[in-house]
């Protein structure tokens, strides 16, 4: 059973950034493409980014281009989201999650991805 952990939210200024990270257990993560999603209340779960089992492939949410970066280390099973430039729409609970057998593409859509951590805050205010 894989489990994810996600940590590195919190409060940020509007211009400012932070790193989320996914770390993982269980099982590797070498097998699994990672996708980074976010909700806010009353709205549904959108795709941010995500990256391929082999790191080969990522891709990014059209709002989020140019600012947010991910990548992953899977000597340690772990996933980051580099988030740069961040606003108030940014603003939402962030959660990663892991989709079996995507080598060498992923998708921004929550539907493939079988686990999902529990989520941490980021909220962009001055």
């Known amino acids: 059973q894989l489990q994810l952990v996600e940590s590195g939210g919190g409060l940020v200024q509007p211009g400012g950034s932070l790193r989320l990270s996914c770390a993982a257990s269980?099982?590797?993560?070498?097998?699994?493409?990672i996708g980074w999603f976010r909700q806010v209340p009353g709205k549904e779960r959108e795709g941010v980014s995500c990256i391929s089992a082999s790191g080969g492939y990522t891709n990014y949410a059209d709002s989020v281009k140019g600012r947010f970066t991910i990548s992953r280390d899977n000597a340690k099973n772990t996933v980051y989201l580099q988030m740069n430039s961040l606003q108030p729409e940014d603003t939402a609970v962030y959660y990663c999650?892991?989709?079996?057998?995507?080598?060498?593409?992923?998708?921004?859509?929550?539907?493939?991805?079988?686990?999902w951590g529990q989520g941490t805050q980021v909220t962009v205010s001055s």
């Open positions: 269980g099982l590797t993560t070498g097998y699994y493409a």
């Open positions: 999650a892991a989709a079996r057998g995507f080598e060498y593409y992923c998708s921004g859509s929550p539907d493939p991805y079988e686990y």
